[in-house]
């Protein structure tokens, strides 16, 4: 058997690759969902070090600007990215 990650044991492999087979769509939609939330947490931690005098929203717009990109973050929010930044 091809193991996926070079460093997982391909028996330790095995059983996770099983107890994803056996997961619900629901439930691997609730594990990727789970997932972007932690990101996102990592994302606001890096922004909040980065920006410390910056308020909620200012933060929010740094957020997202990193995944709508800078056209509809002007669009939609009027948040200049080439001039506010990321």
């Known amino acids: 058997m091809r193991t996926q990650s070079p460093d997982t044991h391909p028996e330790i492999e ?7 087979r056996r997961m619900t769509g629901a439930q691997k ?21 980065r920006y410390p005098e910056a308020d909620e929203h200012e933060l ?16 939609a929010f009027g948040w200049d990215v080439e001039a506010e930044g990321y």
């Open 29 to 49: 939609l609730a594990n990727v969902r789970a997932l972007n939330q932690a990101g996102q947490r990592l994302q606001l931690a890096y922004l909040r070090r």
């Open 14 to 20: 095995a059983i996770l690759v099983e107890a994803c």
């Open 60 to 75: 929010t717009m740094r957020l997202a600007s990193r995944s709508l990109g800078p056209e509809l973050m002007r669009k």
